[in-house]
């Protein structure tokens, strides 16, 4: 009866009011965890989600719309972008074993309007995948993380890109890389689109062999071009391995101002550090040490 009694209570409250009680509920339960069996605690947690479901707070949840398009094949999803201009969701997945990098385009009921598959043969171990939008219902941009197949295998970055919302895309190209280290490779990747400009920024970690030095690098492709930059190295010295690596950007003064994180061994333990630059990457300020 007294579990019953419980569920009436929450039944009575308002989402808003359950959602605000959730920390200190949840630390209450934490707390009787160690002077309750397991069952009763996962009766506890059980009542407490039946009654957020009688509240319907998870009652918009829609239909699950199936996206792979080779069936019975694992898998994983990557990320995730949704136009702010049209509502439009433009997902992407890796599937087939890592050998494939599949696109779904949904409209706003999640509807499936589009799909493909990016597949070169000579590419396998998908991985790191990531895609940005210009905003404008249009630009659609994708960097992939892959090994490519040969005497070395090493991990490589791809890139490809939509003009016309998704539909058609362009083959995928090998991100450029200094052929004089040639057996490096390169991981961790992340890219950004600045708003307005629609300048494209693709950063990652490049590095080889056993040792810990590492550097980190760049290439743009600037709007209205066709092709990426070359590679520039903003920092060369010891990373993390494996990488840590974030890439950000704020708009100041109608400028855009570029953020990077990344992690470096310290004398005892890992160390996070910090750099900026207001000029599209040309130049960056000097380090400054955050862990």
């Not at 957020?52 to 080779?70: H, K, N």
């Not at 539909?167 to 490779?185: F, G, I």
């Not at 590679?231 to 100041?252: C, D, H, K, N, Q």
């Amino acid at each position: 009866m007294g579990v019953v009694e419980l569920f009436f209570f929450f039944k009575q409250k308002t989402a808003y009011e359950i959602l605000s009680g959730l920390v200190g509920s949840e630390m209450c339960i934490r707390d009787r965890y160690q002077r309750r069996v397991h069952g009763i605690l996962i009766m506890e947690i059980t009542i407490f989600i039946l009654a957020l479901l009688a509240q319907g707070i998870f009652a918009e949840w829609s239909e699950p719309a199936q996206l792979a398009m080779t069936p019975g094949s694992l898998t994983t999803a990557r990320d995730i972008y949704i136009d702010p201009s049209t509502g439009i969701r433009h997902i992407i997945y890796v599937t087939l074993n890592h050998s494939i990098l599949g696109y779904s385009k949904l409209n706003s009921n999640n509807k499936v309007l589009f799909q493909r598959n990016f597949r070169d043969d000579k590419i396998f171990g998908i991985e790191n995948s990531l895609i940005v939008g210009s905003g404008d219902g249009k630009g659609l941009y994708i960097v992939m993380g892959g090994v490519r197949w040969g005497p070395k295998q090493l991990r490589d970055k791809y890139y490809t890109e939509s003009q016309d919302g998704g539909d058609t895309w362009t083959p995928l190209v090998k991100v450029p890389r200094d052929d004089l280290d040639d057996d490096h490779e390169r991981d961790d990747a992340t890219i950004m689109i600045i708003p307005n400009t629609n300048r494209i920024f693709i950063f990652y970690t490049r590095y080889g062999g056993m040792d810990t030095t590492g550097h980190i690098c760049m290439v743009t492709k600037p709007s209205g071009s066709s092709l990426l930059s070359k590679e520039v190295e903003i920092y060369s010295g010891v990373i993390t391995r494996p990488p840590v690596l974030s890439a950000e950007y704020t708009i100041v003064n109608s400028q855009a101002v570029l953020h990077i994180f990344y992690g470096t061994y310290g004398d005892e333990n890992t160390e996070l550090h910090y750099i900026t630059s207001t000029n599209n990457g040309i130049h960056w300020s000097k380090p400054i040490r955050i862990k």
